[in-house]
């Protein structure tokens, strides 16, 4: 019932910038911690920020200074707003989202997005 879907990837020239979106619909009743993840071919998942539903924001440090979270609660939408890009960024970035779907749902469950690949050329 609930679906992410993102947008905003694409090749970009080193030290050009991309804004990533993730959209959540469905049943939704509480969106609460929204997060942005990346992976490269052959190398593990990683987290690359964070946002709470309060705005309160963490950025990993490989992308820090670069790399801003932001969101949207009326249009249940966070967003990835990456500058001064490297060939190291270049993955495959999902979103996360943490979503309690109804009062009866006591606890949140975790929904991925489909993923948006990013590359970053020298």
């Known amino acids: 019932q609930v679906q992410l879907v993102e947008s905003g990837g694409g090749l970009v020239q080193a030290g050009g910038s991309l804004r990533l979106s993730c959209a959540a619909s469905g049943r939704i009743y509480v969106l609460n911690d929204m997060e942005w993840y990346r992976q490269a071919p052959g190398k593990q998942r990683e987290l690359v920020a964070s946002i709470t539903r309060s705005g309160t924001t963490n950025t990993a440090d490989s992308v820090k200074g670069r790399f801003t979270i932001a969101r949207d609660n009326a249009k249940n939408t966070v967003y990835l707003q990456m500058n001064s890009l490297k060939p190291e960024d270049t993955a495959v970035y999902y979103c996360?989202?943490?979503?309690?779907?109804?009062?009866?749902?006591?606890?949140?469950?975790?929904?991925w997005g489909q993923g948006t690949q990013v590359t970053v050329s020298s």
């Open positions: 996360r989202a943490a979503i309690r779907q109804s009062i009866m749902h006591l606890t949140a469950d975790e929904y």
